[in-house]
């Protein structure tokens, strides 16, 4: 799957958003354990396997070098499902979110996919109503999804 970087301004600061490649496995893994806890953080090995997936873009966005955001997408031929989204704690609340997830929508549009889906914490109040001003919408309720954490997951859909 093809992705043209690109240059954005956000609040006066220069980003650049690209596809991830093997450079990116160390910074994607630290900003993941940066933000979840550490039984949900994933390995060296699954991440290399997600971002060479052929069927999988993930997308990073770096601010004077640094990686600020990462967003995980996996395509099949009747949907498009983000598997992850991270925003570095000093860049939320910024509109980056926004922004990655707007790709990904534009990404799953050119592929002539007219669904997008998605998990979120029950719990991640927040996460959730970026999701529903984006138009996702809850579709179920998965029970015990972050098994090591006994917790539920909210499964959301946009329908395109």
Known sequence: MTFNPMKVK???LQYYLRKADSSDL???LDLQYQLCP??????IKYLTTEITNPENIYLVLYCR???AAVLGLKM???EGHIAFIGVKLEYQFQGIGTLLLQQAITLVRNNYID???LEVNVKNVHAQRIYRKMGFIPDSIRKNYYATLQEDAINMVLKL
């Open 26 to 28: 160390v910074n994607i």
């Open 65 to 67: 070098q640094q990686l």
């Open 10 to 12: 956000i609040n006066g």
């Open 38 to 43: 550490r039984p949900l953080c994933w390995n």
């Open 115 to 117: 669904k997008i889906t």
């Open 76 to 78: 099949s031929s009747d």
